[in-house]
């Protein structure tokens, strides 16, 4: 890949030039536009406007009306690709320390199936993997689940599995990487934290707790009706585009 390098920078640095002419930029979370004002000098006095990705509440909800529980007892859920950048490495360990007494149902295929698979088993971890599932199902068993882990270690944009959880009051403990605090406010809509400790510690309570999960289900209902619901989130951006063009008339006309 070496001799690509050069290629790849000049890509990258006329990225950001084009950027830099732009009359507004979307970030869709406060960490992608930090990032794009921290590691670009040409972007540090752009307008970065974050609106984030929207969801579907009422067709997300209509996915879960009346549907049965696909597990018969009460489980916790982890949603996504069962892959290293994921934090499927740590999901034994925090369930262990966790001390976690109901299953944890594993929602998405990938490499580490078989390797999580038998690491679950030689540590009695109750661990279920389900594989692929459609969409009305995933939110089937968003719906029904006591609470989500998210122990992604890897700094994602805006994760679309945690709006979704949201979307349908589900309370949430995850690692704060990435946009996670855009979506997950700490003792409101879920538990925030910092290291793989603190994940064990957030899940302990999220299964000792009933009252907090309702709080904190109730909290996400409240948030994601207000920040990421498809009509609030393209007003955001009807309101944008129309900004920009009052601003490029005020230019033209000066």
Same mark, same amino acid.
């Given at each position: 890949?070496?001799?690509?390098?050069?290629?790849?920078?000049?890509?990258?640095?006329?990225?950001?030039?084009?950027?830099?002419?732009? %009359?507004?930029?979307?970030?869709?979370?406060? +960490?992608?536009?930090?990032?794009?004002? %921290?590691? +670009?000098?040409?972007?540090? +006095?752009?307008?970065?406007?974050?609106?984030?990705?929207?969801?579907?509440?009422?067709?997300?909800? @209509?996915?879960?009306?009346?549907?049965?529980?696909?597990?018969?007892? *009460?489980?916790?859920?982890?949603?996504?690709?069962?892959?290293?950048?994921?934090?499927? @490495?740590?999901?034994?360990?925090?369930?262990?320390?966790?001390?976690?007494?109901?299953?944890?149902?594993?929602?998405?295929?990938?490499?580490?199936?078989?390797?999580?698979?038998?690491?679950?088993?030689?540590?009695?971890?109750?661990?279920?993997?389900?594989?692929?599932?459609?969409?009305?199902?995933?939110?089937?068993?968003?719906?029904? +689940?006591?609470?989500?882990?998210?122990?992604?270690?890897?700094?994602? *944009?805006? %994760?679309?599995?945690?709006?979704?959880?949201?979307?349908?009051?589900? *309370?949430?403990?995850?690692?704060?990487?990435?946009?996670?605090?855009?979506?997950?406010?700490?003792?409101?809509?879920?538990?925030?934290?910092?290291?793989? *400790?603190?994940? %064990? @510690? @957030?899940?302990?309570?999220?299964?000792?707790?009933?009252?907090?999960?309702?709080?904190?289900?109730?909290?996400?209902?409240?948030?994601?009706?207000?920040?990421?619901?498809?009509?609030?989130?393209?007003?955001?951006?009807?309101?944008?585009?129309?900004?920009?063009?009052?601003?490029?008339?005020?230019?033209?006309?000066?």
């Amino acid at each position: 890949a070496l001799p690509w390098i050069p290629y790849m920078r000049s890509n990258l640095e006329m990225k950001q030039r084009d950027l830099a002419t732009a %009359s507004a930029i979307v970030a869709v979370s406060h +960490s992608v536009a930090g990032d794009l004002r %921290s590691h +670009s000098t040409v972007l540090s +006095s752009a307008r970065i406007e974050v609106i984030p990705n929207g969801v579907d509440i009422a067709r997300t909800r @209509a996915a879960v009306a009346s549907s049965p529980p696909p597990l018969a007892q *009460p489980y916790a859920l982890f949603v996504g690709k069962v892959a290293h950048n994921k934090g499927i @490495a740590s999901l034994v360990e925090v369930l262990q320390a966790a001390r976690l007494s109901m299953p944890l149902v594993i929602v998405g295929d990938g490499p580490e199936q078989e390797w999580l698979s038998r690491t679950a088993a030689s540590a009695n971890v109750d661990v279920r993997l389900t594989g692929w599932q459609d969409r009305d199902a995933v939110f089937q068993w968003m719906h029904h +689940s006591c609470f989500m882990i998210f122990p992604s270690g890897w700094r994602e *944009p805006l %994760s679309r599995v945690l709006i979704e959880a949201t979307a349908l009051g589900v *309370p949430l403990a995850a690692l704060n990487t990435g946009g996670a605090a855009d979506i997950v406010v700490d003792g409101t809509t879920g538990l925030l934290a910092r290291t793989v *400790p603190e994940l %064990s @510690a @957030a899940v302990a309570r999220l299964a000792s707790d009933a009252e907090l999960r309702r709080r904190l289900g109730d909290g996400a209902t409240a948030r994601a009706a207000t920040e990421f619901d498809l009509p609030v989130v393209v007003n955001r951006m009807e309101r944008l585009y129309d900004d920009v063009r009052a601003v490029r008339g005020s230019r033209k006309g000066a």
